[in-house]
């Protein structure tokens, strides 16, 4: 290349060396069909001044604009069959390196439209699923917040709610388990409004219960159990004893002492020892 005219220079478009400082698509036809506004806006961004769309070598209409700049400082556009033609080894590499990069650019911008067309299906999915869940659920979501249950966050029932009212997937399982504990909840509600006393304190009496909850503890004696138990007008009767371990749901008829009379969370217990079968 120094021992003869380069064919650019030939061709009067500059003085040697030339060099690719960038690419220029044409933007497709098809565009213009289904998207005149966005053609427009394309073609606006073109270079301008620089002859896009027609090879200043050999005069073909070209897609790919290469944007080659002479040693003396104008720049003009040509296809990249004519490129290859000069034989300038650095101007073609340079080419293929901006034909490398657009490449790139285009499989990137590609991944992210389709990342990004999944996200939207995604949230258009989720916000439907919020959507199904709010109207389905109505009556619970209702009875949830009555209790003040949908305050607390990290309270079972809170989370699968709130989690379905954001569109995550609540199964069937879930959804029974919530219902549950609600419904418990409102009993419990309504027991600690109603719950009076019973027995008198120091007096051993006869007691009809349902076993309601036992929960064990290890301590310096052994295991103990502390059973939850309530009568038929629903009022509660505790025992704290380590032989006393009936079974949840059991329907008991007990004879035991009344220790004392005290409340707890709102609600009237009657704590009692020395539990026996009646």
């Not at 109603?194 to 929960?215: A, L």
Request: some cysteine; charged content about 25%; aromatic content about 8%.
């Amino acid at each position: 290349m120094t021992d003869q005219l380069h064919v650019f220079e030939k061709a009067q478009l500059g003085k040697a060396p030339f060099y690719c400082i960038g690419m220029a698509e044409i933007p497709s036809p098809s565009l213009a069909a289904h998207n005149p506004e966005a053609y427009n806006n394309a073609l606006r961004l073109l270079p301008q001044g620089i002859g896009c769309g027609s090879c200043a070598y050999c005069g073909t209409g070209i897609k790919y604009n290469y944007i080659i700049k002479s040693s003396a400082g104008n720049t003009f556009v040509v296809g990249s069959e004519c490129v290859a033609k000069t034989g300038d080894a650095g101007l073609i590499s340079t080419v293929k390196a901006e034909r490398k990069r657009i490449a790139t650019e285009k499989r990137i911008a590609k991944r992210e439209a389709g990342f990004a067309a999944r996200k939207a299906q995604w949230e258009a999915e989720r916000l439907a699923r919020a959507e199904d869940f709010k109207t389905l659920n109505a009556e619970l979501i209702a009875r949830a917040t009555a209790i003040g249950a949908m305050e607390f966050k990290g309270w079972f029932i809170a989370d699968v709610l709130m989690g379905g009212l954001e569109g995550r997937y609540v199964s069937d399982k879930a959804l029974a388990a919530v219902t549950e504990a609600v419904t418990r909840e409102e009993l419990l509600i309504q027991y600690r409004k109603n719950s009076r006393h019973i027995g008198t304190v120091g007096k051993r009496q006869v007691f009809e219960v349902t076993v309601e909850r036992v929960y064990p503890f290890a301590g310096f004696y052994g295991v103990t159990y502390i059973v939850s138990m309530r009568d038929a007008a629903g009022n509660a009767v505790v025992s704290m004893s380590g032989a006393f371990n009936p079974k949840v749901g059991e329907n008991l008829r007990i004879k035991a002492t009344v220790k004392e009379h005290t409340v707890y969370k709102g609600e009237h217990q009657t704590k009692v020892q020395r539990v026996a079968a009646a």
